[in-house]
């Protein structure tokens, strides 16, 4: 077999899969975290990889057996459910990996060249769908990167 054929072996392609979508979630955790402030991992890499193996495992297996479930209540909601379907994704995530934690999001608040924001304070769920919203979006984007 030629290297970069596209006849490779079947379990191959699906471990390359796996690995992509563990570093892809490696990725977003990082920069979720450090932007809103809400996630926190336990010491050393191996809380940060055990969540991201989590959240991957979760989007590549449950998150489309929910979505084929709930179809038509999705359809219903407009496509609204699939966040509902993150955040449950996120809370498993938070209940199985004991050094991930996803805290009230507290905002100090922003002020420069005019512009201000202020000080916010999110309860814990409002915080999971703020976080969920985040990993999402930035899902969509480091992918969309990745096929250019």
């Not at 890499?45 to 297996?61: E, H, Q, T």
């Not at 359809?75 to 994704?89: A, C, E």
Request: glycine content about 6%; hydrophobic content about 55%.
């Amino acid at each position: 077999m030629q290297r970069g054929s596209k006849f490779c072996y079947p379990k191959v392609r699906k471990m390359k899969k796996i690995l992509r979508s563990w570093f892809i979630h490696l990725i977003i955790l990082e920069i979720v975290a450090r932007l809103t402030g809400a996630l926190s991992f336990g010491p050393g890499f191996k809380g940060w990889a055990l969540s991201a193996l989590a959240l991957a495992i979760f989007a590549m297996f449950l998150r489309p057996l929910l979505k084929i479930l709930l179809l038509p209540i999705n359809f219903l909601t407009l496509g609204l459910l699939r966040w509902v379907i993150n955040v449950v994704g996120l809370f498993l995530t938070s209940y199985l990996v004991n050094s991930f934690q996803v805290s009230p999001l507290n905002f100090a608040g922003y002020s420069s060249g005019g512009i201000s924001i202020s000080s916010f304070s999110l309860a814990l769920i409002p915080t999971y769908i703020l976080v969920s919203f985040c990993l999402d979006l930035f899902d969509i984007i480091i992918r969309w990167i990745l096929k250019k």
